[in-house]
């Protein structure tokens, strides 16, 4: 073992040298100058503060986790997973749809026989609890998994529902119950008292959990959700703390009620939120089962803390503009839940961020690219059929201890402050979620945080929703605290739409390129993608020189011009163009790159145009004046 050591160490101390040597090649310092070594200057930090090193190696193997299905659960709540199924992929149903329950029984009949193996289905808008019995005609609910989010009418609906499987038809071949087919009535009062659904009260949820033990159902009253936390803005720490904390509520709830601990575990699901970070995502599902599993050691049941995860492709990272995207997005995140060990998941339709009276695809083939997801992923790429396929990787391992370990010191917080209740009534939720959204936009703006067609490689001349910005709220599966990720850019884009309507143009800068086009080309690009992304035409008229730029002024209607070179012709021909430039009635001249590019600090332009500002502050600011410039003109602004 010690010759193995060493020659890790070996093989380490050559791998840091090398990549030391190429970080000082790249920076033209030598080695010693560097501010640290090669592993602290490759790491990354995640939004919950965790650091992601450039290298594992068999030095970071950690303790085997247990087989799937043993505590600690980490490899998966089912040690019977059939692997020629997988996970379950679970369409959603009911959202708002004004069709008639026998059109809504109708559309599940057709995602089942094409690939669908799970339900969960919108009650109280478009399908009430009376009609749950012709929504599930043909639908044998002993072998399909059935989720339920009837918000305030969930009683009745849990009733109901029950009811019909105590009366349904059973399957020709019965199946044993696994955690994949266990339903669930979808009861999350406490997150909802943070994120504002429609709810019933968190007595209710307990009575009708109650109900329910004992009652030979492979049914659960309670699906905590923790996307309620993560649309808000909440990092992957923090979520799994509050689904946890609010998880315990209820489990002290039931015992409370005189429910046993073992039984009260049984009566809990979970909703987890997966979004395009893939390792993230996948590390996420593996903790949650570590940390719930860690919860009912303590209460002394720890074989009964299998945790049922039900994965939904996070809403939040969804876009309105340029929505195809959205399915790489959502392709990764189901790639991560499925990965993670996810029981169910649900894969939400590309354009499931934009109201349904809005979107330009019809539903059918929403459901259907939504639903090939998965099961391109299970059947060609075979997924379900290895269990826990990331165990064992240094990383991922170490990523899911590392999540768990943050996770629990934020849930032992919430605890020492009196539990999930106390914190949500001090405002300690409220607080702690709103400074990670505004750490989250903060590396939005910056475009620390790539957003595909938002703030990177947008389309400007992508055809406008043919609204006024919606409440996100108002989208299926929103809430009225869900914020998308790219609502900032999106919404300077809305407002560049609303100016081409009303006047024929958008805000405009006039790019000023000097040189060849190799010289130039790299700024210009990056230049015209920024101003994009907030909405703004970048007129580029190619290469200029001092004496034409006048005439460029002239045949561009614009206050703002930005000059885009390197820093060599910065140095030959800024000075000249720069005055030019005012001369000819420009207000505004910025710098494409850094300011100390400039040769002239006394007299240099503006401001400046680079890799790591605010894009937001930048961009809005620009808009406000050129909205201005435009509000104040009566040329002709075409």
């Not at 593996?286 to 719930?292: G, S």
């Not at 060609?380 to 990383?395: H, M, Q």
């Not at 710098?591 to 007299?603: I, K």
Request: with cysteine; proline share 4%; net charge negative.
């Amino acid at each position: 073992m010690s010759q193995l050591t060493d020659s890790l160490d070996e093989a380490y101390r050559k791998w840091s040298s090398s990549a030391a040597a190429v970080l000082a090649k790249s920076r033209r310092v030598e080695v010693d100058e560097l501010p640290g070594d090669a592993e602290s200057l490759l790491a990354t930090t995640t939004a919950d503060g965790l650091t992601i090193r450039p290298l594992y190696t068999r030095k970071d193997e950690t303790g085997e986790p247990g087989l799937p299905g043993e505590y600690p659960f980490v490899r998966g709540a089912d040690p019977h997973r059939d692997v020629n199924v997988g996970w379950r992929v679970t369409e959603r149903f009911g959202d708002g749809e004004t069709r008639s329950a026998a059109e809504v029984n109708e559309s599940i009949l057709d995602a089942f026989v094409n690939g669908a193996s799970g339900l969960w289905l919108a009650v109280g808008d478009g399908v009430s609890a009376d009609d749950l019995a012709e929504v599930f005609t043909g639908v044998y609910l002993d072998l399909i998994p059935v989720t339920l989010d009837a918000g305030a009418d969930a009683a009745a609906a849990a009733r109901a529902y029950l009811e019909l499987r105590r009366t349904a038809q059973e399957a020709p071949v019965a199946a044993r119950p696994t955690a994949a087919t266990t339903g669930s009535l979808g009861l999350s009062p406490l997150t909802a008292a943070f994120s504002g659904r429609p709810t019933i009260t968190a007595a209710e949820a307990t009575g009708l959990a109650t109900e329910l033990v004992g009652s030979g159902q492979a049914v659960r009253a309670f699906r905590v959700d923790g996307a309620d936390f993560a649309t808000a803005g909440a990092d992957g720490s923090l979520q799994l703390a509050l689904t946890v904390a609010a998880a315990l509520a209820h489990l002290r709830d039931l015992t409370a009620a005189g429910v046993s601990a073992s039984n009260a575990l049984a009566q809990v699901t979970f909703a987890v939120s997966a979004d395009d970070n893939q390792f993230a995502t996948i590390a996420k599902f593996r903790a949650l089962r570590k940390i719930w599993a860690r919860v009912a050691d303590v209460v002394g049941q720890r074989d009964a803390g299998a945790a049922i995860t039900h994965g939904v492709t996070d809403l939040s990272m969804l876009t309105q503009r340029d929505p195809w995207v959205n399915m790489l997005r959502t392709t990764i995140a189901a790639f991560g839940a499925g990965v993670g060990g996810a029981d169910q998941v649900t894969v939400l339709g590309f354009d499931g961020a934009i109201p349904a009276d809005l979107r330009t695809s019809g539903a059918r083939f929403s459901r259907r690219i939504a639903r090939n997801t998965q099961l391109l992923l299970l059947e060609e790429s075979n997924l379900g059929r290895v269990i826990d396929p990331a165990g064992g990787s240094w990383f991922v391992e170490s990523l899911t201890d590392e999540l768990a370990a943050s996770a629990w010191t934020i849930f032992t917080e919430i605890e020492g402050l009196g539990g999930y209740r106390a914190a949500l009534d001090a405002g300690w939720i409220t607080d702690r979620v709103g400074a990670a959204l505004a750490a989250r936009d903060t590396s939005v703006a910056h475009r620390k945080t790539s957003v595909t067609g938002v703030n990177e490689f947008p389309n400007l001349g992508e055809k406008p929703i043919e609204r006024a910005i919606a409440d996100d709220g108002a989208v299926a599966t929103g809430t009225p605290k869900l914020v998308r990720v790219g609502h900032a850019f999106e919404e300077l884009r809305d407002r560049s739409d609303a100016r081409l309507e009303a006047t024929g143009a958008r805000p405009r800068v006039l790019m000023i390129p000097l040189g060849s086009v190799a010289e130039h080309n790299g700024r210009t690009t990056f230049v015209s993608n920024l101003l994009a992304s907030g909405g703004i035409d970048g007129v580029n008229p190619g290469p200029v020189t001092a004496e034409e730029i006048a005439g460029h002024v002239a045949n561009t209607p614009t206050s703002v011009g930005v000059i885009c070179g390197t820093k060599k012709r910065y140095a030959e021909d800024g000075p000249a163009v720069l005055a030019a430039a005012r001369a000819a009635g420009l207000t505004t001249v910025l710098l494409a790159g850094p300011a100390s590019e400039w040769p002239d600090p006394e007299n240099g332009p503006d401001g400046s145009l680079k890799v790591g500002i605010d894009a937001i502050a930048t961009l809005t600011g620009l808009v406000d004046q050129l909205e201005t410039q435009t509000s104040g003109s009566t040329g002709d602004q075409s």
